[in-house]
Structure formats: C-alpha cells, structure tokens
C-alpha cells in the first residue's frame, strides 16, 4: 500500500445507516460541512445494511487512498468496522451519533460534529494506541470488540435493547433490564487461564475492555484502554432481592467490594456458558466456548 500525501488525501467517512433512526445520517451532514470548511476532502462510506456497509469499508480501505476513517455512529458501528484488517491498519476518529457510545465515553468525545472534528484533526498528528479485544469462536472464526464481550445476564439484556425499535438511548438498556429480571436465572459459567480455573453459578462473566456497557453502567471502573490488559467481571448467583441491591450498586460504580463480584485483570481466558449467546459492542457474536486475548495497541484512534 503506497504512502498518500496527508494534506491532499481524503477521510473516509462512514454512517452508520441504521444509526438511532437516521441520527448518523443528520450527524454525517455537519460532519462533511466541518470537514469542506477544513478543506479536507472526504469520502462517504455506508451502506444498504451492516453487511453491505462493511463491505464497503472493505473496498475503500483496500484502495490505499484515505489518510483515516471518521466513525458517525455508536458501538455497533465501531464493532462492525474493526472486522475489517485493513480499516484497523488506518487511524479512526469517531463522532459519537449512536443508541450506545461507551466506547466513545471513554474519551470523553464530543457528540457535536464540529467540535468532534475539531479533536480528530487535532489529534491527526499525534494519535493514540489503544488496544481492543479478540474472541475466537468454535467455528474458527475471529471476532474482534472494542469495549466489551458480555456473556451471560448484560448479554441478554442487550438483546432485549436490540429488539426494542426506537431512538431511546441508554433507555433502551433500562427497559431491557426490567424485561430480563423478570425471567432472571443463574448461569454457569467455567473460568481458565489468567484467571485460574474455576467454574461457578451466576449472572455474568464479561470481559471488559472499557469502563462501561450498556450505554454507560460502570461495569469495570478501573478499566483502562492502554494498560494492555482485559478486565473479567464475574458476578455470581444472588436472590431476586439482593440481586435488586447488586445491579444498583454495578449501575452507581460502586460495586468492587460486593462479595458476588470478583474483577481480574486478564491478558487471556478462556469462558465456558453452555448454549449462552455473547454480545459484543452491542450486537450478537455466537455461541462458545470463548477464548479472548488483548491486542495491545491494536487500534489507532484520532482522540
């Protein structure tokens, strides 16, 4: 891939198109504004639907021509494009514009398109390394994740969210929430390599990359994108009374000196969760058994 002048060299620009109901795309438009106001060229990247959009990415990456991509959209958009090896060999500044931006909340980003291009141009000559999580699945496939691989209670809490079709935010995780206590059930879960080797009875076992999930609950809150190290949160069985007393206390932060919750600094592990459906940046990965490890680094983010 042959080096491109920065200062002629467009941006591609990526909408999510299915972002909280055509925000990316009202996003997308000062995006372009800010960026010809810049006189810095731009590309728009989206698509008929995720797979479409990603494969659009694909194709523009793989030309050599852009200096970086500018994320417009949530996690979701976030996970779907650092699929893609050549778009994570580009730096990436993101405007946050989705129902989820934990990942985004991390850096404290702007969510005002003109004030979120100003900080990626600034940050173009000195970028950060941030590392980003990797799952290998069964089936031989491989599946990287930004902020976290949820399995277990927040996974299906996550895709109670999914299913519910309005721009209602963090909102959307609440109702979720509510929906799934009222079928709440322990899981089981087995635990190798970092972490040691164990298997309990409980509501998750999530690995944490980022501080937050589920559009801002502080499930790991001494997590750190540059530490070059994932963060298991275990939280195992409680009633339906104290677990009411457990996710007020996860949903505040103030969780690590709960005696059902245990937090490990991890650089691999391996989960076992039965038939359980992991999530990751808010959208579904497969069934298991999950063998995650950190990639140190592996994301250069204009922020």
């Given at each position: 891939?042959?080096?491109?002048?920065?200062?002629?060299?467009?941006?591609?620009?990526?909408?999510?198109?299915?972002?909280?109901?055509?925000?990316?795309?009202?996003?997308?438009?000062?995006?372009?504004?800010?960026?010809?106001?810049?006189?810095?060229?731009?590309?728009?990247?989206?698509?008929?639907?995720?797979?479409?959009?990603?494969?659009?990415?694909?194709?523009?990456?793989?030309?050599?021509?852009?200096?970086?991509?500018?994320l417009?959209?949530?996690?979701?958009?976030?996970?779907?494009?650092?699929?893609?090896?050549?778009?994570?060999?580009?730096?990436?500044?993101?405007?946050?514009?989705?129902?989820?931006?934990?990942?985004?909340?991390?850096?404290?980003?702007?969510?005002?398109?003109?004030?979120?291009?100003?900080?990626?141009?600034?940050?173009?000559?000195?970028?950060?390394?941030?590392?980003?999580?990797?799952?290998?699945?069964?089936?031989?496939?491989t599946?990287?994740?930004?902020?976290?691989?949820?399995?277990?209670?927040?996974?299906?809490?996550?895709?109670?969210?999914?299913?519910?079709?309005?721009?209602?935010?963090?909102?959307?995780?609440?109702?979720?929430?509510?929906?799934?206590?009222?079928?709440?059930?322990?899981?089981?879960?087995?635990?190798?390599?970092?972490?040691?080797?164990?298997t309990?009875?409980?509501?998750?076992?999530t690995?944490?990359?980022?501080?937050?999930?589920?559009?801002?609950?502080?499930?790991?809150?001494?997590?750190?994108?540059?530490?070059?190290?994932l963060?298991?949160?275990?939280?195992?069985?409680?009633?339906?009374?104290?677990?009411?007393?457990?996710?007020?206390?996860?949903?505040?932060?103030?969780?690590?000196?709960?005696p059902?919750?245990?937090i490990?600094?991890?650089?691999?592990?391996?989960?076992?969760?039965?038939?359980?459906?992991?999530?990751?940046?808010?959208?579904?990965?497969?069934?298991?058994p999950?063998?995650?490890?950190?990639?140190?680094?592996?994301?250069?983010?204009?922020?």
């Open positions: 891939m042959g080096a491109v002048p920065s200062n002629t060299a467009p941006f591609g620009v990526v909408v999510n198109p299915r972002s909280a109901l055509g925000r990316g795309a009202r996003s997308a438009k000062k995006v372009l504004r800010a960026l010809e106001r810049a006189s810095i060229p731009a590309r728009v990247i989206t698509g008929r639907d995720a797979i479409h959009c990603q494969q659009r990415v694909r194709e523009e990456c793989q030309t050599g021509e852009l200096r970086g991509l500018i417009i959209g949530g996690d979701g958009l976030i996970g779907l494009v650092i699929q893609v090896p050549e778009a994570r060999d580009l730096p990436i500044g993101i405007v946050p514009a989705g129902s989820g931006n934990d990942f985004a909340s991390q850096f404290a980003l702007s969510h005002h398109p003109a004030r979120a291009i100003a900080r990626i141009l600034a940050a173009e000559p000195r970028p950060q390394r941030v590392d980003l999580g990797v799952v290998s699945l069964p089936n031989g496939r599946h990287w994740f930004a902020g976290a691989l949820n399995v277990g209670f927040d996974a299906a809490i996550n895709r109670r969210a999914n299913a519910i079709g309005l721009p209602l935010g963090p909102l959307r995780y609440q109702l979720g929430l509510l929906a799934e206590l009222t079928v709440l059930k322990s899981r089981r879960f087995t635990i190798s390599g970092d972490a040691g080797e164990r309990f009875s409980g509501l998750l076992a690995v944490m990359n980022t501080r937050a999930v589920g559009g801002g609950i502080p499930l790991a809150p001494r997590a750190s994108v540059t530490d070059g190290e963060n298991l949160v275990e939280v195992t069985h409680a009633g339906k009374l104290r677990v009411l007393s457990v996710l007020g206390r996860l949903a505040r932060g103030t969780h690590e000196s709960l059902e919750v245990t490990t600094k991890v650089r691999h592990i391996r989960i076992e969760a039965d038939a359980e459906i992991a999530y990751s940046d808010g959208e579904p990965v497969g069934t298991g999950f063998e995650v490890h950190i990639a140190p680094g592996a994301l250069t983010l204009l922020a």
